[in-house]
């Protein structure tokens, strides 16, 4: 009996397996056409500074796929970096960005940015400063209204080629926030060697705002800490208005999330910043 019930276990354990391998090269299959097929495309979701005085949005790529649907950027962004299709895409995501924020720079009658979201892949094996300058000077956009968001483990890679990136971003006038921060395993000297003007706290320790006091203390001394740096602070995954007068109350500078505005299309985020431009 139990032989028998060891068995099937296995059976249903390769077959498991198996069907992982098929999803898998069935997503890496459909990620190879995605940019051929146009199925990618860019939304745009608000950020706010807790002043009210200026309105930005960071770039999210979404894919839909002709065969697999709607698939989200957690899942199929760590497969184009291990296939290095995340070039191709970042190019192209960096392109379209730009060349929105152009024509909502000009629109704008108060100060836009916009932000990107560049991964460690792109760092390594291209020259993104490089990149930028030539998609600055295709699309007309100012440096100073383009940030560029880098997770900490960029800044983890000690290499001279990161730095030079960075260095000559910087230069430019291009900002340079750390995603995710909080998260991950680098040490804090990284925010003296780099170029940096901004962090952004993970929206895990926004979450449990303002119950939890752990949260509490390590977002108030995020803050604190990022004040002295000179560093302004952008709380991602801000989702109610509880956590948004905390934030207000501890000096965030920026607040970005649901409470605001979950991430929009380019048309649904153009009336958005007209609509914030006629009542600012
Ligand atoms: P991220 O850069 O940290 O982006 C923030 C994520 O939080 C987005 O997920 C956004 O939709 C989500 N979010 C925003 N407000 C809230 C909120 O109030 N509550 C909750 N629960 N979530 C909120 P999304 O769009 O699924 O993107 C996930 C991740 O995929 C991004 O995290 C980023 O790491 C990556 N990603 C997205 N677009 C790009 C891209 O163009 N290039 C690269 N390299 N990575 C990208
Ligand atoms: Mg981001
Ligand atoms: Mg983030
Ligand atoms: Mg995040």
Redesign the pocket.
Known sequence: KAKEHGRNCFQFYTSAMHENAKARSQLEGALHKSLINKELY??Y?PIHDTQGQRLGC?????WRSETLGEV???EF?PV??ELGL?LA??EW?LYQ?CSQAKSWYDKACKPFFMT????ST?FKRQDVSVLVAKVLRETGLPANCLTL?I?ENVLADNSGHILRQLDSLREMGVELAI??FGTGYSSLSYLKRFPLSKL?I??EF??DLPADAEDRALVAAIISMAANLNLKVVA????TAEQLGLLKQLHCDFT????HS??LGAEDFEAYLMHFNESH
């Open positions: 860019v939304v979701q960071e770039a999210l790529l979404r989200s950027p957690v962004i184009s970096e995340i895409m970042g995501v960005a990107v979201n560049v991964s792109q968001e997770t995603d995710d952004k993970d929206k926004i979450r991602e995954g801000v989702e970005q999330g649901f409470y979950r991430p």
